[in-house]
């Protein structure tokens, strides 16, 4: 379990927003994967990253029931949240009124295959007492990722030989221009707990509203943002297709 003092991470914890609305694959958090719900796979993954306590931030009462039928523990949120980063902020206020955890890491309900090094990484930017967010990228080798708008782009400036670099800016397209990397922002957050209140209280950004990326009110706020670089993208289940991999990945 991380705990440092002094070095920008004392009391992390994992917060897993989840919700039944999907329009590609209603009630995805319950979707079967081998026997096991796939919500329960994410939490699982975040058990094992043994970065901190694992809490879901559920929208609907069945997916309350589903964590708590696996050992985990969740918390009911408001079903109206626009974003998981409110529903996490909520939830966060319900699990610690006294204020313990200073860094909280935001998993996506959609990650059942998440590899904990994955997670464990996201926290190391926090190192640095400056950063008020730390995320993942993976440099882009393929040319459906760097033409896809979907696959959204980091700009960061990787010195030689580092993993850790500050992120630029955020595009759904090819930036930059010129040769060299390209990278593929991974959607795994470690806010500051300050920085999380800071970013939910925020109006939505210019930016933020023309590339529909909710990072960009974070740079446009001024907010700092590092990014760790890994190997590879995990695998996010949005489609029946998406699912039936994430079973394969998970075969017995």
Not at 8 to 27: D, E, F, K, Q, Y
């Amino acid at each position: 379990m991380v705990s440092s003092a002094g070095s920008g991470v004392r009391n992390p914890v994992v917060l897993i927003p989840a919700r039944m609305a999907s329009t590609r694959l209603p009630n995805k958090p319950l979707a079967d994967i081998h026997g096991v719900p796939m919500i329960v796979h994410v939490w699982r993954r975040a058990m094992e990253a043994d970065i901190g306590p694992v809490v879901v931030a559920a929208a609907e009462p069945e997916i309350i029931a589903i964590v708590g039928d696996a050992g985990g523990r969740a918390v009911l949120t408001d079903p109206g949240h626009p974003s998981g980063s409110d529903r996490i902020h909520e939830a966060l206020g319900q699990i610690d009124p006294d204020r313990r955890h200073d860094v909280v890491v935001n998993i996506q309900g959609d990650l059942p295959t998440l590899a904990p090094d994955v997670v464990q990484a996201a926290l190391e930017p926090m190192i640095e007492p400056a950063v008020d967010i730390g995320t993942l990228v993976a440099e882009i080798r393929t040319d459906y990722e760097r033409e896809a708008s979907q696959v959204v782009k980091a700009v960061a400036g990787f010195a030689p030989g580092r993993a850790i670099a500050r992120a630029l800016y955020f595009s759904r397209t090819q930036v930059p221009t010129g040769p060299g990397a390209l990278y593929h922002h991974i959607g795994l957050y470690a806010y500051r707990r300050a920085a999380l209140e800071r970013f939910v209280a925020l109006p939505p950004g210019v930016l933020e509203q023309r590339e529909r990326l909710e990072q960009l009110r974070a740079l446009e706020a001024g907010m700092r943002i590092d990014v760790r670089l890994v190997d590879t993208v995990p695998l996010g289940v949005d489609t029946p297709d998406d699912l039936e991999e994430a079973r394969r990945r998970l075969a017995p």
